[in-house]
């Protein structure tokens, strides 16, 4: 845990695809983005869910972790899990905020 990450190259496929969009058909390209939306919608919202529990301890793999964590502990073990998650939910809404702007750019050449 005391070393930094080696990042690898990313190959997002949901990226790729979008840099070839003008090959599919509008209504298509539209579909694919408005999935994007919902799939990353749907995450953030279980992450809000997650946080709370978290939050309020009400989390089953939490409470027990904090079972046998010294109290002086537990603030930490809970507030990087919570940080973590809201981490993912800001990757989320930006992926929605790129994919709305895929509908308007979709809107926008195919006009």
């Known amino acids: 845990m005391n070393t930094t ?3 690898a190259r990313e190959r997002d496929p949901i990226h ?3 840099a070839y ?3 599919a058909e509008p209504d298509a390209a539209r579909a694919q983005m408005r999935a994007h939306i919902d799939y990353h919608s749907s995450r953030a919202q279980q992450w809000r869910e997650m946080i709370a529990s978290l939050e ?3 989390n089953p793999t939490l409470a027990r972790r904090l079972e ?3 109290e002086e502990d537990r603030a930490k ?3 990087y899990k919570i940080f973590t998650y809201e981490g993912m939910i ?3 809404e930006a992926e929605v905020a790129w994919a709305r702007r895929g509908l308007e750019l ?3 050449l195919e006009a």
Do not use: F, N, T, V
């Open 106 to 108: 979709i809107d926008k």
């Open 90 to 92: 800001d990757r989320a």
């Open 5 to 7: 990450l080696d990042y």
């Open 77 to 79: 073990i809970a507030g």
């Open 68 to 70: 046998s964590a010294p």
């Open 56 to 58: 309020d301890r009400s």
């Open 21 to 23: 969009l003008e090959w």
């Open 16 to 18: 790729l695809k979008a």
